[in-house]
């Protein structure tokens, strides 16, 4: 009986030390097994997250400097993750964006008789929405309310101004062939 309970005790610790081995080396695997994080789609985040509060803006409508001031502000309100603000800036800004000088020198190049398009417009926007606007053959009401409506943003239009450019893109517009 004497044999039978060693080696009984001599078996159980045999296969108390062999399962601890196993766990050890399951989890070792698992550490090793583990990919890198999937990439994160930011047109998905910029659905899911922005449309829970409210109707999210057009890509297009900011330009990449002002996107990252919002998403900053939005970061801290919304409590956005540092890796969905990552991938909304880079799906919101790709690399191949024009740069605020260039953004200026096609507004003066595109309408040399509208100065103020590059100190009020491009500052925020590319010039094609001012052109697709202007091809679209906009009148003096959408131009006026459209200006009311980046003064509410924060674009610095005095009413002088506002009306100088409603005056030139409204006349502008009129005379744009019509698709």
């Known amino acids: 009986m ?4 060693r080696l009984l005790i001599s078996l159980l610790a045999l296969a108390s030390v062999v399962i601890v ?5 399951q989890a070792g695997k698992d550490k090793a097994v583990k990919a890198p994080p999937e990439p994160i789609d930011g047109a998905l985040v910029y659905r899911q997250t922005c449309n829970r509060c409210h109707n999210a803006r057009t ?3 900011l330009n990449p400097a002002s996107w990252e001031l919002v998403i900053a502000h939005m970061r801290v309100r919304a409590g956005i993750p540092q890796r969905d603000v990552e991938a909304l800036l880079l799906w919101m800004n790709p690399p191949d964006q024009l740069s605020e000088a260039e953004r200026i020198a096609q507004a003066l190049e595109f309408y040399p008789d509208i100065p103020q398009l590059s100190q009020t417009c491009v500052q925020c926007h590319d010039t094609s929405r001012v052109r697709d606007a202007v091809s679209a053959g906009q009148d003096t009401a959408w ?8 003064r509410s943003y924060g674009a610095k239009i ?7 450019l409603v005056t030139a893109l409204a006349d ?6 019509q698709e």
């Open 21 to 25: 081995s196993a766990g050890g080396a």
């Open 143 to 150: 131009w006026t309310v459209t200006l009311r409506r980046m």
């Open 158 to 164: 005095d009413t002088a101004t506002e009306g100088e």
């Open 172 to 177: 502008r517009a009129s005379k744009a062939p």
């Open 2 to 5: 004497r044999i039978y309970g």
């Open 59 to 61: 890509v297009d409508e």
